[in-house]
Protein backbone atom coordinates (compact mmCIF):
# COMPACT_ATOMS: atom_id res chain seq x y z
CA UNK A 1 0.00 0.00 0.00
CA UNK A 2 1.16 3.19 -0.96
CA UNK A 3 -0.06 6.85 0.61
CA UNK A 4 1.60 9.78 2.09
CA UNK A 5 1.40 9.94 5.67
CA UNK A 6 -2.66 10.33 6.71
CA UNK A 7 -3.52 7.95 4.12
CA UNK A 8 -4.71 5.27 6.44
CA UNK A 9 -2.04 3.07 6.40
CA UNK A 10 -1.28 3.12 9.47
CA UNK A 11 -4.38 2.52 10.82
CA UNK A 12 -4.73 -0.57 8.26
CA UNK A 13 -1.98 -2.02 9.90
CA UNK A 14 -3.60 -1.67 13.33
CA UNK A 15 -6.55 -3.23 12.09
CA UNK A 16 -4.59 -6.28 10.64
CA UNK A 17 -2.50 -6.98 14.03
CA UNK A 18 -5.33 -6.49 16.56
CA UNK A 19 -4.44 -3.65 17.66
CA UNK A 20 -7.95 -2.14 16.87
CA UNK A 21 -10.42 -4.32 17.94
CA UNK A 22 -13.10 -5.32 15.37
CA UNK A 23 -15.45 -3.71 17.42
CA UNK A 24 -13.71 -0.35 16.95
CA UNK A 25 -13.77 -0.02 12.78
CA UNK A 26 -16.55 -1.20 10.21
CA UNK A 27 -16.33 -3.57 7.68
CA UNK A 28 -14.09 -7.06 7.63
CA UNK A 29 -11.34 -8.77 7.24
CA UNK A 30 -10.44 -12.09 5.53
CA UNK A 31 -7.19 -13.59 5.61
CA UNK A 32 -7.30 -16.59 3.16
CA UNK A 33 -10.90 -16.54 2.66
CA UNK A 34 -11.52 -16.87 6.21
CA UNK A 35 -13.53 -13.60 8.05
CA UNK A 36 -10.82 -12.08 11.15
CA UNK A 37 -12.42 -10.90 14.12
CA UNK A 38 -9.55 -10.05 16.22
CA UNK A 39 -9.42 -8.37 19.21
CA UNK A 40 -6.12 -7.93 20.45
CA UNK A 41 -2.68 -8.50 19.15
CA UNK A 42 -2.03 -11.25 20.94
CA UNK A 43 -5.17 -12.73 19.16
CA UNK A 44 -3.72 -11.39 15.81
CA UNK A 45 -0.33 -13.14 16.52
CA UNK A 46 -2.62 -16.74 17.16
CA UNK A 47 -4.01 -15.92 13.72
CA UNK A 48 -0.77 -15.64 11.63
CA UNK A 49 -0.74 -11.88 11.79
CA UNK A 50 2.47 -10.57 12.47
CA UNK A 51 3.32 -6.51 12.09
CA UNK A 52 6.82 -5.22 11.91
CA UNK A 53 6.96 -1.78 12.53
CA UNK A 54 8.67 1.37 10.69
CA UNK A 55 10.85 2.36 13.58
CA UNK A 56 13.87 0.02 14.22
CA UNK A 57 12.39 -1.47 17.63
CA UNK A 58 14.91 -4.14 19.09
CA UNK A 59 15.86 -4.22 22.48
CA UNK A 60 19.45 -3.40 22.99
CA UNK A 61 19.43 -4.83 26.65
CA UNK A 62 18.24 -8.15 26.05
CA UNK A 63 19.86 -10.96 23.73
CA UNK A 64 19.20 -11.84 20.02
CA UNK A 65 17.69 -14.72 20.48
CA UNK A 66 14.97 -13.02 23.03
CA UNK A 67 14.74 -10.50 20.10
CA UNK A 68 13.97 -13.23 17.64
CA UNK A 69 11.84 -15.37 19.91
CA UNK A 70 9.60 -12.49 21.62
CA UNK A 71 6.23 -12.90 19.59
CA UNK A 72 6.66 -16.73 19.47
CA UNK A 73 6.93 -16.66 23.16
CA UNK A 74 4.28 -14.08 23.20
CA UNK A 75 1.55 -15.84 20.84
CA UNK A 76 2.26 -19.40 22.64
CA UNK A 77 2.11 -17.96 26.01
CA UNK A 78 5.38 -19.24 27.11
CA UNK A 79 7.32 -16.79 29.58
CA UNK A 80 8.94 -19.54 31.18
CA UNK A 81 11.23 -20.85 28.37
CA UNK A 82 15.51 -22.04 29.02
CA UNK A 83 17.55 -20.25 27.26
CA UNK A 84 19.30 -23.21 25.66
CA UNK A 85 15.30 -23.52 24.41
CA UNK A 86 15.30 -19.88 22.81
CA UNK A 87 18.59 -19.76 21.67
CA UNK A 88 17.84 -23.40 19.59
CA UNK A 89 14.69 -21.70 18.64
CA UNK A 90 16.33 -18.32 16.88
CA UNK A 91 18.91 -20.71 15.51
CA UNK A 92 16.59 -21.96 13.92
CA UNK A 93 14.66 -19.06 12.63
CA UNK A 94 17.83 -17.23 11.72
CA UNK A 95 19.30 -20.27 9.43
CA UNK A 96 15.81 -20.76 7.99
CA UNK A 97 15.46 -17.53 6.80
CA UNK A 98 19.01 -17.22 5.69
CA UNK A 99 19.82 -13.87 8.11
CA UNK A 100 23.07 -13.80 9.40
CA UNK A 101 23.29 -12.48 12.89
CA UNK A 102 25.25 -13.93 15.00
CA UNK A 103 23.29 -14.75 18.49
CA UNK A 104 26.13 -14.24 20.74
CA UNK A 105 26.00 -10.18 18.88
CA UNK A 106 25.70 -7.36 20.82
CA UNK A 107 22.24 -6.21 19.63
CA UNK A 108 23.31 -2.57 20.68
CA UNK A 109 26.01 -3.40 18.03
CA UNK A 110 23.92 -4.18 15.21
CA UNK A 111 23.67 -2.46 11.50
CA UNK A 112 20.35 -0.90 11.01
CA UNK A 113 20.04 -4.05 8.31
CA UNK A 114 20.90 -6.34 11.20
CA UNK A 115 18.46 -4.54 13.17
CA UNK A 116 15.65 -4.36 10.75
CA UNK A 117 16.21 -8.33 9.93
CA UNK A 118 15.98 -9.21 13.27
CA UNK A 119 12.59 -7.35 13.95
CA UNK A 120 11.35 -9.33 10.88
CA UNK A 121 12.70 -12.68 12.25
CA UNK A 122 10.36 -12.20 15.44
CA UNK A 123 8.10 -11.70 13.07
CA UNK A 124 8.74 -14.93 11.47
CA UNK A 125 8.97 -16.86 14.72
CA UNK A 126 5.15 -17.12 14.83
CA UNK A 127 5.06 -18.50 11.41
CA UNK A 128 3.13 -16.28 10.09
CA UNK A 129 0.37 -16.53 7.09
CA UNK A 130 0.53 -12.42 6.83
CA UNK A 131 3.57 -9.83 7.54
CA UNK A 132 2.72 -6.25 7.35
CA UNK A 133 5.44 -4.13 7.20
CA UNK A 134 5.56 -0.28 7.72
CA UNK A 135 7.78 1.52 5.43
CA UNK A 136 10.36 -1.76 6.03
CA UNK A 137 12.79 0.19 3.89
CA UNK A 138 13.21 3.15 5.81
CA UNK A 139 16.56 3.50 7.95
CA UNK A 140 18.22 1.69 5.56
CA UNK A 141 21.31 3.50 4.89
CA UNK A 142 22.44 2.66 1.49
CA UNK A 143 21.47 -0.07 -1.18
CA UNK A 144 23.28 -2.95 0.71
CA UNK A 145 21.26 -2.50 3.18
CA UNK A 146 17.76 -1.68 1.02
CA UNK A 147 18.94 -4.94 -1.05
CA UNK A 148 18.88 -7.30 1.84
CA UNK A 149 15.52 -6.68 3.17
CA UNK A 150 14.17 -6.66 -0.64
CA UNK A 151 15.80 -10.07 -0.78
CA UNK A 152 14.38 -11.35 2.33
CA UNK A 153 10.52 -10.17 1.91
CA UNK A 154 10.60 -11.69 -1.59
CA UNK A 155 12.47 -14.80 0.12
CA UNK A 156 9.07 -14.63 2.33
CA UNK A 157 6.62 -14.39 -0.37
CA UNK A 158 8.64 -17.04 -2.26
CA UNK A 159 7.46 -19.30 0.99
CA UNK A 160 4.08 -18.71 0.60
CA UNK A 161 4.19 -15.98 3.49
CA UNK A 162 1.92 -12.75 2.33
CA UNK A 163 3.98 -9.74 2.73
CA UNK A 164 1.81 -6.58 3.14
CA UNK A 165 4.38 -3.74 2.85
CA UNK A 166 3.47 0.28 3.97
CA UNK A 167 5.00 2.75 1.99
CA UNK A 168 4.74 6.77 1.46
CA UNK A 169 7.43 6.51 -1.17
CA UNK A 170 6.57 5.20 -4.30
CA UNK A 171 10.61 3.92 -5.27
CA UNK A 172 10.17 2.01 -2.34
CA UNK A 173 6.58 0.46 -3.52
CA UNK A 174 8.28 -0.64 -6.79
CA UNK A 175 11.18 -2.20 -4.82
CA UNK A 176 8.94 -4.31 -2.81
CA UNK A 177 5.71 -4.85 -4.48
CA UNK A 178 3.98 -7.34 -7.06
CA UNK A 179 0.84 -5.33 -7.15
CA UNK A 180 0.60 -1.28 -5.90
CA UNK A 181 -2.41 -0.32 -4.47
CA UNK A 182 -2.67 3.92 -3.28
CA UNK A 183 -4.49 4.91 -0.37
CA UNK A 184 -5.54 8.71 0.18
CA UNK A 185 -7.80 9.80 3.00
CA UNK A 186 -8.77 6.06 4.31
CA UNK A 187 -9.84 4.91 0.98
CA UNK A 188 -8.26 2.79 -2.25
CA UNK A 189 -7.01 5.87 -4.71
Known amino acids: FLGEDGAGKTTLMKILGGYLPNKEY ?16 KDGLRHGVALVPRLLAVFDHMSVAENATMARSESQRRFGISRRQMDGQAAEILRRWEISIPLGAQVRELTPLQRRQL ?34 IRRMAERGIACLCLARRPVDATLLADTITVLRDGAVA
Open 26 to 41: SGVVRLAGQLLALSSI
Open 119 to 152: MIANALGVEPALVVLDEPLAGMPDGRAISGVVRL
